[in-house]
């Protein structure tokens, strides 16, 4: 069985879009949960082992419906005691995803269940700080010294593009317009190509020169992200103004 989550394993990292991977999973699944009833003490590790791949390529393959499930599944195991040389890696990523839905009640149960070992981990210890940023509004800032290469990326991105957003719908409504250089900070994008992009993303009329972008105050625009989030923040972008204005 560990044999076959070698190989597994070795497909999610070549091909994580090879059409027998799906396949691969829900027969394996089957086999080593079946086991699993009848022989836990034998079964546990491999179960522990394959909810991590699953997980892992549930993200690259950003089916975020059945990562949700998959995931709690995993941290079930990790909660119960089980080990492995990952779980403070999986742990940070179950962290940032409850942060990018606004599943903060769930988050901070979970920061309570956690040994105070695993906080030193560098990318749970950067979740905590992620999720102490978000809550003074310290938004320029968000990421620090860490550089994201891994699947939690799809959560980071959910997170920096629903604060845009909330951005976006208050600088609408407050500014006739922006500098280049404090839209750039206070959007906290790379370029004005990026800024561009963003606006014509989210469909706004914005207007650019060479020296500033010009909103428009537009009404009622439906919030495609993560309403919930915007709710609870929704005062949050004051601090950005404050600093960069």
């Given at each position: 069985m560990e044999q076959k989550l070698q190989l597994l394993n070795s497909s999610i990292q070549v091909d994580p879009h090879n059409p027998q991977i799906p396949q691969t999973l829900r027969h394996l699944k089957l086999e080593i949960f079946n086991e699993l009833a009848v022989n836990r003490l034998g079964t546990e590790k491999l179960a522990l082992h394959f909810c991590e791949l699953e997980v892992t390529y549930l993200l690259i393959s950003k089916q975020i419906e059945n990562f949700e499930l998959a995931i709690e599944r995993l941290m079930k195991f990790y909660n119960q005691g089980l080990e492995s040389k990952d779980k403070a890696h999986y742990t940070g990523i179950y962290l940032i995803y409850l942060l990018s839905f606004n599943k903060f009640a769930q988050y901070y149960s979970q920061i309570e269940l956690l040994p105070k070992e695993t906080f030193q981990h560098p990318f749970v210890h950067f979740v905590l700080q992620l999720e102490y940023k978000l809550s003074i509004g310290s938004y320029s800032d968000l990421l620090g010294d860490y550089h994201p290469t891994g699947i939690e990326n799809v959560f980071l991105e959910r997170i920096m593009d629903t604060i845009r957003l909330q951005t976006a719908l208050s600088a609408n409504a407050s500014y006739k317009y922006l500098t280049i250089e404090n839209a750039i900070k206070l959007f906290n994008v790379k370029s004005i190509q990026e800024l561009q992009s963003f606006a014509q993303k989210q469909h706004f009329k914005w207007k650019f020169d060479?020296?500033?972008?010009?909103?428009?105050?537009?009404?009622?625009?439906?919030?495609?992200?993560?309403?919930?989030?915007?709710?609870?923040?929704?005062?949050?972008?004051v601090h950005e103004f404050d600093k960069i204005i």
């Amino acid at each position: 069985m560990e044999q076959k989550l070698q190989l597994l394993n070795s497909s999610i990292q070549v091909d994580p879009h090879n059409p027998q991977i799906p396949q691969t999973l829900r027969h394996l699944k089957l086999e080593i949960f079946n086991e699993l009833a009848v022989n836990r003490l034998g079964t546990e590790k491999l179960a522990l082992h394959f909810c991590e791949l699953e997980v892992t390529y549930l993200l690259i393959s950003k089916q975020i419906e059945n990562f949700e499930l998959a995931i709690e599944r995993l941290m079930k195991f990790y909660n119960q005691g089980l080990e492995s040389k990952d779980k403070a890696h999986y742990t940070g990523i179950y962290l940032i995803y409850l942060l990018s839905f606004n599943k903060f009640a769930q988050y901070y149960s979970q920061i309570e269940l956690l040994p105070k070992e695993t906080f030193q981990h560098p990318f749970v210890h950067f979740v905590l700080q992620l999720e102490y940023k978000l809550s003074i509004g310290s938004y320029s800032d968000l990421l620090g010294d860490y550089h994201p290469t891994g699947i939690e990326n799809v959560f980071l991105e959910r997170i920096m593009d629903t604060i845009r957003l909330q951005t976006a719908l208050s600088a609408n409504a407050s500014y006739k317009y922006l500098t280049i250089e404090n839209a750039i900070k206070l959007f906290n994008v790379k370029s004005i190509q990026e800024l561009q992009s963003f606006a014509q993303k989210q469909h706004f009329k914005w207007k650019f020169d060479n020296h500033h972008v010009y909103f428009d105050n537009i009404q009622n625009i439906e919030n495609p992200l993560n309403s919930e989030f915007l709710i609870a923040n929704s005062l949050r972008y004051v601090h950005e103004f404050d600093k960069i204005i």
